[in-house]
């Protein structure tokens, strides 16, 4: 008697499957997984079985079982997947998805996930530390211990292998300019005259982000008491299902960006003289909210080339600077004369006095003289 016709395999790979009831679900609803192998059907049903044994054994004893079938690239993709609408759009393209897709797969792709140790992972940061700046691998270490802390939850690994890892990077990231103390007083003097100066007012004379000026609000000017209310960001966002970009208003991103800030009663004057029928200081040609990309390109950039062109004119050269780089530059000018670095602190929106030694105040060694009276 002849040996049994050998099954053709029945998975559009190429490969045998065999599906098993798992296990039940709260609502008494059986839980089936699929197991696959290259020789046999029997071959993955075996693998079932185990599966089932090695499940039972880790629930009865504690020890546990771990699948070594997972792919980086699929749980990854498993992880953002679950990610979506549980976190801020901005944070899950930003951190999560461009991170993921763009750096992670590609690297790690098929591997499996039980296969991926420490020394892999510390690898890859040495490697990417030629081409990405800090804070761009501190994004993807962030991805990363997402990707296996939900892995060892799940039972795919038993631990998170990015652990004690260190991130260095050779690549530095691209300097800010500041304006010197002349050229803010040219700016701001030539904003008042700006058919779009307003916005570039406030953001020099007050420190304040794009996202914030764009969120503000005529209400939230109290001239009376002359203080300026900072209430709210404006970002463009691209939303995690549709992948269309979107306008959001929303909270301060911490406690610390929601501040009241005095004014100058030029500043009173200046907004007064340039009122809209919007509820927003600065709109869009509809009187809504703008866009922070719509109103950098449309407003801020025809600012730029037109107050360069003004003193150029003049044989002054007053370069053009991005919108962080004016608040880069108020936060520079107060810590430069002196002003006390707790009230910058609190104007600026930061928690501490580190962040703003940071990511603003460059102290030149003669301001540095001044202050501690080494003249």
């Given amino acids: 008697m002849g040996r049994p016709k050998k099954d053709k395999p029945t998975h559009s790979s190429g490969m045998y499957v065999y599906k098993a009831t798992i296990g039940h679900d709260f609502n008494g609803s059986p839980i089936r997984k699929a197991f696959y192998s290259k020789t046999s059907k029997e071959d993955a049903k075996a693998k079932a079985n185990q599966y089932i044994i090695d499940k039972e054994v880790s629930e009865r004893t504690g020890e546990q079982s771990v699948s070594k079938e997972e792919s980086f690239e699929h749980w990854s993709k498993i992880v953002l ?16 998805k461009n991170s993921i897709e763009k750096h992670l797969i ?4 098929k591997r499996k996930l039980t296969d991926i140790k420490q020394i892999d992972i510390q690898n890859y940061f040495n490697k990417k530390s030629k081409d990405l700046t800090i804070e761009s691998l501190k994004k993807h270490k962030m991805a990363l211990n997402r990707i296996f802390d939900y892995a060892v939850i799940n039972d795919l690994c038993i631990k998170n292998p990015v652990t004690m890892i260190k991130i260095t990077s050779v690549k530095k990231a691209k300097e800010k300019q500041t304006y010197t103390k002349e050229q803010c007083i040219l700016v701001l003097d030539y904003s008042k005259t700006h058919r779009f100066g307003v916005g570039i007012n406030l953001m020099l004379e007050y420190g304040i982000s794009r996202s914030e000026l764009l ?3 005529w209400n939230d000017i109290d001239e009376e008491n002359k203080l300026m209310y900072i209430n709210r960001g404006v970002t463009d966002v691209q939303n995690a299902n549709t992948r269309k970009m979107e306008i959001i208003i929303g909270e301060p991103k911490n406690d610390f960006r929601k501040r009241i ?10 907004l007064n003289s340039n009122k809209n029928d ?9 009187n809504r909210v703008c866009s922070p990309r719509t109103w950098s390109r ?8 037109d107050m360069h062109e003004h003193y150029i004119k003049q044989d002054i050269d007053v370069p053009m600077l991005n919108p962080h780089e004016l608040r880069h530059t108020r936060a520079t000018i107060w810590v430069n004369d002196g002003e006390n670095l707790f009230a910058v602190a609190d104007i600026l929106g930061h928690s501490d006095l580190k962040m703003l030694r940071k990511r603003y105040a460059h102290a030149d060694t003669e301001s540095v003289r001044k202050l501690l009276k080494l003249d």
């Fill in 215 to 217: 969120g503000l609000m």
């Fill in 298 to 305: 449309r407003h801020y950039d025809v600012f730029m080339k």
């Fill in 261 to 270: 800030i005095p004014i100058k009663d030029d500043t009173i004057k200046l």
């Fill in 106 to 109: 590609p690297y790690f792709g």
């Fill in 278 to 286: 919007s509820k927003f200081i600065i709109c869009n040609s509809k």
């Fill in 81 to 96: 997947k679950n990610l979506k609408g549980t976190i801020k759009d901005s944070s899950y393209n930003l951190t999560y």
